[in-house]
């Protein structure tokens, strides 16, 4: 029982983070395309573009951070092999090997339709304010 709470935590957590992303990018363009029109506001334009990648930096690693604490660490791996029928040792590094940032081919894929669908999205959405 006590290994299902700190995982329902992390799991609520890691919503919220994504929750926060997304929010977060709406409230940005729609701050972009509707306060800043101003010419006098170009410095309050560098601050806002900080803070928001300051932000969204922080969010990433904290969700790296809660996908790495997922994954069993290294000695357990260790652990199960031995435990397994013998594996061409080949076999299970190409198992284990991620091809670009630390992400499978389908994560990757995932992160490019969902930027893709999140620009086309409020590409949209900022010329029906327009």
Do not use: C
Request: no cysteine.
């Amino acid at each position: 029982m006590d290994s299902q709470q700190p995982r329902k935590t992390s799991t609520a957590f890691e919503y919220f983070l994504y929750a926060a992303i997304l929010a977060e990018t709406g409230l940005a363009a729609l701050i972009y395309k509707v306060i800043f029109r101003d010419p006098g506001m170009a410095r309050m334009r560098v601050y806002f573009a900080i803070f928001y990648f300051a932000f969204l930096a922080w969010a990433i690693a904290q969700l790296n951070i809660l996908h790495r604490d997922r994954n069993p660490p290294a000695a357990d791996l260790a652990l199960e092999e031995q435990a397994q029928p013998a594996v061409p040792q080949k076999a299970i590094a190409n198992a284990n090997t991620r091809p670009a940032l630390g992400l499978s081919g389908a994560q990757l894929v995932i992160i490019v339709v969902v930027f893709a669908t999140a620009v086309a999205a409020f590409t949209w959405a900022l010329r029906l304010l327009n």
